[in-house]
């Protein structure tokens, strides 16, 4: 999905892949299809490391990067069901925007 403009990292600590992540890099909103222009479209850590404190390290480190290239607001949205990220996202300081994605997601944001 090249109009969805991803940029996507490896995640490290140390030697350790602990992770990933991608975002919509400043792509040109077109919703419901493509929410942006800063949007956290995936984000993984694996399920050995989950619970230390790594999700939260990625989200700030996020938040650098895309503050540093003058963002206002990190967009991402989730789905409802069994264990989904939502208080996850609350928790770190996301807040629903009131929209959900093409897929019915729900949209969440993050001021910066
Ligand atoms: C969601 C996910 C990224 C969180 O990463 P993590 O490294 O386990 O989270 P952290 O350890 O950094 O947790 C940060 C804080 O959120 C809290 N938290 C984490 N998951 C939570 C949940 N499901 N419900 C409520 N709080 C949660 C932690 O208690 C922690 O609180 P604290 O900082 O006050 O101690 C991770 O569990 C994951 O990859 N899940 C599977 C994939 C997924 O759902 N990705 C997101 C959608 S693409």
Do not use: C
């Not at 069994?82 to 770190?92: I, M």
């Amino acid at each position: 999905m090249p109009e969805g403009k991803p940029w996507y990292r490896a995640v490290f600590d140390a030697e350790l892949a602990v992770g990933f992540v991608m975002l919509s890099w400043n792509v040109p909103p077109n919703p419901p299809e493509i929410i942006g222009p800063w949007y956290l479209w995936k984000l993984i850590v694996d399920r050995r490391y989950q619970g230390r404190g790594y999700g939260r390290a990625i989200i700030a480190k996020v938040v650098e990067i895309v503050r540093a290239e003058g963002a206002e607001t990190l967009l991402t949205s989730y789905a409802l069901g069994p264990d989904n990220p939502g208080p996850f996202y609350q928790h770190v300081g996301f807040s629903p925007t009131g929209d959900v994605n093409i897929d019915g997601e729900i949209i969440i944001a993050l001021k910066l």
